[in-house]
C-alpha cells in the first residue's frame, strides 16, 4: 500500500504509515541484534541440513532461548507481545498479557467497534474515548484498544487530548515534551507523532506541553482539520479524553470525531452522570457507538 501525503494546514504534511512486509525470523533475529548475521548463516546451514525450523534449529545449537523465537514470531504475524523490559508502561496488558481475560474482553470490544463504526464508513476513522468522572479506565482502554487493533494491521494512531493530565507519553514511554498542544499551536508538525517500534503499525501523538487554554485550543477549527487530515493516514483514530464531568473538553473532541466510546467503571462511576453525559453528547451530534464497563479504575 503506497503512503499517503496529506495536507494538515499549509505548513505541515502528513505521511501515512506504511506496514512493513514480513521478514524471515532469522532477519528479525538479526536486526533486534539478537543474532549475527554470521550466526544466522550458520543456523540456516545446520536448518536446512536437519529439517527443523529456524527457530528451533537455534535453540539446539545453543544461539537462541525459546523467548527470542517467541518475540521473534509476535513480530512476524503481527503480534504484539512485549518483554518486560521493553520500556513501554504495564497498563498494556494487550502486548504484556495477550493470552488474559482481560485482553479477550477488550478483543470482544474491539470486535464490536469494528462492526458498529470502524467498518461502516471510510470516513469513520476517529472515536474520542470519554467518562464522566476520574479513575474510570480512559486511557487505560484507548491504550490497549489501540494495541489490539495495530495488531489487526489497521494503520492505528492515538492522539491524548487530556491536555489537563495527560497519561499516554507515561503509557508508551515517550518524553511528551512535543505533542498536540505545540501543533495547535502551529509550533510543531508531523515529527510530533511517535512510531511506537515495538508495537508495528502503532503511532501516538501525546499531549504535549500543557497548555494554558485548552478548551480554546480544542475548539479551534485546527483541530478539527488535524483530525480531518488524518482520516486518509490512519484506519483507526483513537482520542482519549479529559473527564467530561470536570471539564468541557470532552465534547468538544468527542464532536471534532464525530464519534464516542464511553467508559463506566464499576464502583466508581456515577449512573446519573453517566446519563447526563450521555445526553449531552447527543445534543453536541455525537454519535455514542457504545459503552464499556471497566474494572480497572485507573485513567
Not at 474482553?105 to 470519554?130: E, P, S, T, Y
Request: glycine share 10%.
Amino acid at each position: 500500500m503506497n503512503s499517503q501525503i496529506l495536507p494538515l494546514h499549509r505548513d505541515l504534511d502528513i505521511v501515512g504509515p506504511a506496514r512493513e512486509p514480513a521478514l524471515p525470523i532469522g532477519a528479525i533475529l538479526v536486526d533486534a541484534g539478537r543474532l549475527s548475521s554470521d550466526e544466522a548463516e550458520r543456523i540456516h546451514d545446520y536448518q536446512q541440513k536437519v529439517g527443523l525450523p529456524f527457530g528451533e534449529a537455534g535453540i539446539s545449537m545453543g544461539l537462541l532461548t525459546d523467548e527470542d523465537v517467541r518475540q521473534a514470531l509476535a513480530r512476524q504475524f503481527g503480534h504484539a507481545s512485549l518483554s518486560p523490559d521493553a520500556g513501554l508502561g504495564q497498563d498494556l496488558v494487550a502486548a504484556y498479557e495477550p493470552d488474559s481475560p482481560a485482553v479477550e474482553h477488550l478483543r470482544g470490544l474491539r470486535a464490536q467497534l469494528m462492526l458498529r463504526w470502524f467498518d461502516n464508513d471510510a470516513q469513520h476513522a476517529a472515536l474520542a474515548i470519554v467518562s464522566p468522572g476520574h479513575g474510570e479506565g480512559r486511557s487505560y482502554i484507548t491504550a490497549n484498544l489501540a494495541v489490539l487493533f495495530s495488531q489487526m494491521g489497521k494503520r492505528t494512531l492515538v492522539i491524548d487530548a487530556d491536555l489537563r493530565r495527560p497519561r499516554q507519553h507515561r503509557i508508551f514511554g515517550l518524553a511528551g515534551k512535543v505533542g498536540l498542544s505545540s501543533v495547535l499551536a502551529g509550533r510543531a508538525g508531523a515529527e510530533a507523532i511517535c512510531e511506537i517500534r515495538q508495537l508495528p503499525g502503532l503511532h501516538v501523538l501525546p499531549a504535549g506541553v500543557l497548555p494554558p487554554n485548552p478548551q480554546e485550543l480544542l475548539a479551534r477549527p485546527g483541530f478539527q482539520r488535524l483530525v480531518q487530515s488524518l482520516h486518509g493516514a490512519y484506519e483507526v483514530i483513537l482520542v482519549d479524553t479529559p473527564p467530561a464531568g470536570a471539564w468541557a473538553d470532552a465534547g468538544t473532541v468527542a464532536a471534532r470525531a464525530g464519534a464516542a466510546l464511553m467508559v463506566t467503571c464499576r464502583d466508581r462511576s456515577s449512573m446519573p452522570r453517566v446519563v447526563k453525559l450521555s445526553e449531552d453528547l447527543r445534543e453536541f451530534g455525537v454519535a455514542v457507538v457504545g459503552a464499556v464497563l471497566n474494572g480497572a479504575g485507573a485513567d
